[in-house]
């Protein structure tokens, strides 16, 4: 089984930066259709990052990338603004693989 392990997350000012990690590990053959989501308070969960697409709140913001030797995906955040606050979970585009506990990022403004 896949267990994915997402960390990096922590309380930043807006216009700050960070990079989340997510590990994976167990019998996961590629890091293929990997992508970065998130939740925020009250909301759906949301794709927002992956190899074939960005959301367009975070286009040209965010950068989704990945070390297939560390089997690790990262998300390079930059010019957080606060309406990215949530916890951010990795998952593949299918959602195949069980939830994480995800990383909670907070942006203040």
């Known amino acids: 089984q896949v267990q994915l392990v997402e960390s990096g997350g922590g309380l930043v000012q807006a216009g700050g930066s960070l990079r989340l990690s997510c590990a994976a590990s167990?019998?996961?053959?590629?890091?293929?259709?990997m992508g970065w989501y998130r939740q925020a308070p009250g909301k759906q969960r949301e794709l927002v990052a992956s190899?074939?697409m960005y959301a367009d709140s975070v286009k040209g913001r965010f950068t989704i990338s990945r070390d297939n030797a560390k089997n690790t995906v990262y998300l390079q955040m930059n010019s957080l603004k606060p309406e990215d606050t949530a916890v951010y979970y990795c998952?593949?585009?299918?959602?195949?693989?069980?939830w994480g506990r995800g990383t909670q990022v907070t942006v203040s403004s």
């Open positions: 998952n593949r585009w299918d959602e195949i693989y069980p």
């Open positions: 190899y074939t």
């Open positions: 167990g019998s996961i053959r590629s890091l293929n259709g």
